[in-house]
């Protein structure tokens, strides 16, 4: 994490052939002011293009460069610790695109053709599947299409949307009655979809998750592609893209605790107790304050990895949703507590808006809130331990379980 030693590296495979020193190195210098301006930058999306990004979890056959989920997360990872905002707003991308990629394996329809499309074509893909009042559910949807001909009519509000006004496409949930949920995917073009911009947050300032507003959007049943039950993570698809989020969004915010990490390694050495003659950095109680906080990285780092391995092995994701979610879960109490650890032992001159470790305590923050959020995902896990009726939809009054004992 340091870059000293490999002790955080080692865990991920190498991705410098995607993502270069010096791509990383001018995204870096280009994040700062991405935070100021609310977006991310212009050049670093065109960077990524250049290196072809947005085709990389497409399988080689479709033209894609065919980086399994292990390879996305170090990908991931090493992004964010060059620019958090941009790596969380481009991960939609990477989950949406994940979430296809896993339709086509067990499916194997016509959905090759839109992953031949982004690959070939190097589209942005803005994930649309969070909602106002869904309580940090992602198999449900607050819209509800209404059949037409040829497809379904859907008026609402996806927020936050990262990337909506950057992207070519929109990968988006929607319910058609109670109990179907359909995937579809939009050029960000499509009449009735529009913008607004309305982003203004304390902190992932870059990575633009703005408001995406459907007005009698007309979604062609071509575009539709994929069904599921409403409500449910048995479905083998949406556990593999449950994982797929869960697994590259932990990735992000330890790319961010890297960067964060570094940062006060290198203001700590420099940094000098006057009076004990020694920077902080080699003082014991300042060694001892971030050493428990670099074990929770690291047994993280390593969660996340073998569980993203055990997936690309084969691994039905059925039963790979709860250690995700664990992951996640510990990745939301770990990562902030141990950013704000990180500043704390540098003193006061970590708050300064001059210095990076600022803009990562702020953006360390945002891990709480995405979807399944923290309260959905201990009733989930919770319920799983002790052999109840789970789903990641908050439950408070547990109607389900009043029925299952009626019956």
Known sequence: ?????????????????????????????????????????????????????????????????????????ALQRALAASDPGLAVAVNMHLFSVGLMVEHWRRRTDTSWLLMEAIATQNRLLASAFAEPNLGGSTTRSTLIAEPVDGGWRVSGRKRPCSLAAEADLVCLQVQAGPETVLVALLPTTAPGLSVVEDWDTMGMRGSASNTLVLQDCFIPRELVFYEAPAGSEDDDVFAAGVIWFALTATACYLGLARAALGHAADLMGRLRIAHLDSSRAELPSYQAALGDHVAALLTLESACADVARRMDAGAAPEYLVSAALAVKQQAVRAVPDAVGAFAEACGGASYARSLPLERLWRDAQAIRFHPPTPAATKQYLARRALGLPSSLDLDEAAPGLRRGSDD
């Open 1 to 73: 994490m340091t870059g000293k030693g490999g002790l955080f590296d080692d865990v991920w495979p190498d991705v410098s052939a995607d993502l270069p020193a010096h791509v990383l190195d001018e995204i870096a210098s280009l994040a700062q002011q991405s935070d100021r301006d609310g977006r991310p930058a212009a050049r670093s999306l065109e960077l990524l293009r250049e290196h072809n990004w947005p085709g990389l979890p497409v399988p080689e056959q479709f033209h894609g460069g065919g980086a399994n989920l292990v390879k996305c997360c």
